[in-house]
Nanobody, 112 residues
Framework: VRLVESGGKLVQTGGSLRLSCEAF????????IGWFRQAPGKEREGVAC????????EYSDSVKGRFTISSDDAWKKVFLQMNSLKPEDTAVYYC??????WGQGTQVAVSS
């Protein structure tokens, strides 16, 4: 499977973005799905995860209440809706499937 993220761009503080991650060659169905981010000079961190089996979600404390992870009905795309963005949300955002497969990342920059 190949994962391709999109939707990252420069936004102002308080703005919103919706990131997408599309699966090619397979779907996200029956797998654990996660969004991660890596800021310059920092380790990659998980921000949101979604279980395709029971639709449960989890969020890091830093994004809880502002970000929402979801999928389309066909489990071909997963999304990360990001609201009330802060400069500290600036990072490259990656999606991951099944603890093995990663996308190439999409850059999000939030200006103060």
């Amino acid at each position: 499977v190949r994962l391709v993220e999109s939707g990252g761009k420069l936004v102002q503080t308080g703005g919103s973005l919706r990131l997408s991650c599309e699966a090619f060659g397979d779907t996200f169905d029956d797998y654990a799905i996660g969004w991660f981010r890596q800021a310059p000079g920092k380790e990659r961190e998980g921000v949101a995860c979604l279980s395709s089996s029971d639709l449960s979600t989890e969020y890091s404390d830093s994004v809880k209440g502002r970000f929402t992870i979801s999928s389309d009905d066909a489990w071909k795309k997963v999304f990360l809706q990001m609201n009330s963005l802060k400069p500290e949300d600036t990072a490259v955002y990656y999606c991951r499937r099944d603890y093995h497969y990663w996308g190439q990342g999409t850059q999000v920059a939030v200006s103060s």
